[in-house]
């Protein structure tokens, strides 16, 4: 079976307790819920993690390279900021889909850049928590393509 990591950069473990007109109501553990089931749905292995700290998520994308297919990523902040996290991911050569709750474009102006978004197969942003599903589907999709092309 594929696994999937869905990685959560900082402060996203408070998810659903502060700023709930951008963020929503749901946690964080609700999103992990709604991700594993649709994993299950689509016959793939979630590993859906969150941390407050930079090098801890480049650990995660470098045991990523040998435990998963692809990777679905909201760094939070560190979006705008690192390119210790893009250079992992660059690195990691499997399908990488960014991911934000809010729209960073329509945010304050530090949020419009991504330092992410250029080593990213793809990046949704603006669609609320709903974009972690579109981001595992479209994953699911991709590795169904890729596994028939072999
Ligand atoms: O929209 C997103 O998903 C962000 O990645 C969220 C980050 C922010 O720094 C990015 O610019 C956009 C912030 C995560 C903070 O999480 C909170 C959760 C609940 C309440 C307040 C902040």
């Known amino acids: 079976m594929s696994t999937i990591f869905i990685l959560n950069g900082p402060n996203l473990n408070t998810l ?5 007109s951008i ?8 999103v992990a819920a709604r991700c594993r ?3 299950d749905a689509r016959g793939l292995e979630i ?8 090098g ?33 991911l660059r690195f990691f050569g499997k399908p990488v889909v960014e991911v ?3 729209n960073i474009h ?17 990046m949704i942003c603006g669609l609320g928590t709903l974009g972690y599903d579109l981001a595992v589907t479209a994953l699911a999709e991709r590795l169904k393509t890729d596994t028939a092309a072999q």
């Open 16 to 20: 659903g307790r502060r700023e709930p």
């Open 23 to 30: 963020y929503g109501a749901e946690t964080l553990d609700d």
């Open 37 to 39: 089931r649709l994993g």
């Open 47 to 54: 590993d859906f993690r969150q941390s407050n700290h930079e």
């Open 56 to 88: 801890v998520l480049v650990d995660w994308i470098q045991e990523a390279e040998a435990k998963a297919e692809g990777i679905v990523i909201n760094p939070g902040a560190y979006s705008h900021t690192s390119i210790a996290l893009h250079d992992a």
């Open 100 to 102: 934000h709750i809010s």
């Open 106 to 122: 329509a945010r304050e102006e530090f949020r419009h850049h991504s330092m992410i978004s250029a080593v990213a197969t793809g």
